[in-house]
C-alpha cells in the first residue's frame, strides 16, 4: 500500500484546509485510515481515523468539533476537513493505513505511512 499526503499549506486562524491521502496498491487489504500529526520537538500525536470499510471515526479531543474525516472509497481518498484552525494545529501532518487494526490509535499499529504535508496557523 503506498499512500500519497497533499492539502497542506498557510492559513490564517480561523481557516480551513483540506488534507487528501490517496491510497494505492493492495488498498483491499486497509482496515483502518489515520491522520496523525507531528509538530517541531513534539512527538507524533493521534489526530483522526476512519474505518475504511464501515466508515466509522474518531477524533482526538483536541480536534473534536473542529475536524471532520471522511472516505471515498470509489478514489481510495480519505480526507480531513480542518475548520476553525488554531496556531496550535501547526504541525505536519501524516496520513497512514492499518491492515491489522480497525480502532488504532497508536502510530505504532500502523504499518503504511505517507510522505506528511505541512500546515501552517499564522496568528
Known amino acids: 500500500v503506498q499512500l500519497q499526503a497533499s492539502g497542506g499549506g498557510l492559513v490564517q486562524a480561523g481557516g480551513s484546509l483540506r488534507l487528501s491521502c490517496a491510497a494505492s496498491?493492495?488498498?483491499?487489504?486497509?482496515?483502518?485510515v489515520g491522520w496523525f500529526r507531528q509538530a517541531p520537538g513534539k512527538d507524533r500525536e493521534f489526530v483522526s481515523r476512519?474505518?475504511?470499510?464501515?466508515?466509522?471515526?474518531y477524533y482526538a479531543d483536541s480536534v473534536k468539533g473542529r475536524f471532520t474525516i471522511s472516505r471515498d472509497n470509489a478514489k481510495n481518498t480519505v480526507y480531513l476537513q480542518m475548520n476553525s484552525l488554531k496556531p496550535e494545529d501547526t504541525a505536519i501532518y501524516y496520513c497512514?493505513?492499518?491492515?491489522?487494526?480497525?480502532?488504532?490509535?497508536?502510530?505504532?499499529?500502523?504499518?503504511?505511512w505517507g510522505q506528511g504535508t505541512q500546515v501552517t496557523v499564522s496568528s
Open positions: 497512514a493505513a492499518s491492515s491489522g487494526y480497525i480502532y488504532a490509535i497508536e502510530p505504532r499499529s500502523y504499518e503504511y
Open positions: 476512519i474505518n475504511w470499510r464501515a466508515g466509522s471515526t
Open positions: 496498491g493492495r488498498t483491499f487489504t486497509i482496515n483502518s
